[in-house]
């Protein structure tokens, strides 16, 4: 996943609904429970993917520790390099990732860099009332 995420010519994002329960295109690790997209798929700028990408394969942003709330997660992304796809789902409200490429799974917290990742997610989606209400409820505890 490191290497298509390392080597990606073009990355996606979409919001997601929290529930399970919806119609429309779904997204999810092979195997696992999937999650309905709530926005079509948006292509990030040059500028974001080189974002998304120092982010995510930084070690310094990853926790390996998983918490024990509910994973719900707000946001999807995917990544294309040549004909491998990977694929990781967000949730701003624990700040946990879980991503994947075929059968292989990779999950974590990403608190260091939660406010980055937040910042680049509601730059894509400027409009969207709950990311916003996200950045609001995060900029209090701050």
Same mark, same amino acid.
């Given at each position: 996943?490191?290497?298509?995420?390392? &080597?990606?010519?073009?990355?996606?994002?979409?919001?997601?609904?929290?529930? !399970?329960?919806?119609?429309?295109?779904?997204?999810?690790?092979?195997?696992?429970?999937? =999650?309905?997209?709530? $926005? #079509? =798929?948006?292509? %990030? $700028? #040059? &500028?974001? *993917?080189?974002? /998304?990408?120092?982010?995510?394969?930084? @070690?310094?942003?990853?926790?390996? !520790?998983?918490? *024990?709330? *509910? +994973?719900?997660?707000?946001?999807?992304? @995917? =990544? +294309?390099?040549?004909?491998?796809?990977?694929?990781?789902? %967000?949730?701003? &409200?624990?700040? !946990? %990732?879980?991503? =994947?490429?075929?059968?292989? @799974?990779?999950?974590? !917290?990403?608190? #260091?860099?939660?406010?980055?990742?937040?910042?680049?997610?509601?730059?894509?989606? #400027?409009?969207?009332? /709950?990311?916003?209400?996200?950045?609001?409820?995060?900029?209090?505890?701050?």
């Amino acid at each position: 996943m490191q290497r298509t995420i390392a &080597g990606a010519d073009r990355v996606e994002i979409a919001l997601v609904y929290d529930r !399970e329960d919806r119609s429309g295109e779904r997204i999810g690790p092979r195997g696992v429970e999937a =999650w309905t997209l709530r $926005s #079509p =798929w948006k292509l %990030l $700028s #040059p &500028g974001q *993917t080189a974002a /998304l990408r120092g982010i995510l394969l930084e @070690r310094k942003s990853w926790q390996t !520790e998983r918490k *024990t709330c *509910t +994973f719900n997660p707000n946001v999807a992304f @995917r =990544w +294309f390099a040549g004909s491998d796809t990977a694929g990781a789902l %967000l949730c701003h &409200g624990c700040d !946990e %990732l879980i991503g =994947w490429q075929g059968s292989a @799974r990779m999950s974590g !917290e990403v608190d #260091p860099v939660a406010d980055r990742l937040l910042s680049l997610t509601s730059a894509a989606f #400027p409009n969207d009332s /709950l990311l916003q209400a996200i950045v609001a409820r995060k900029q209090l505890r701050n």
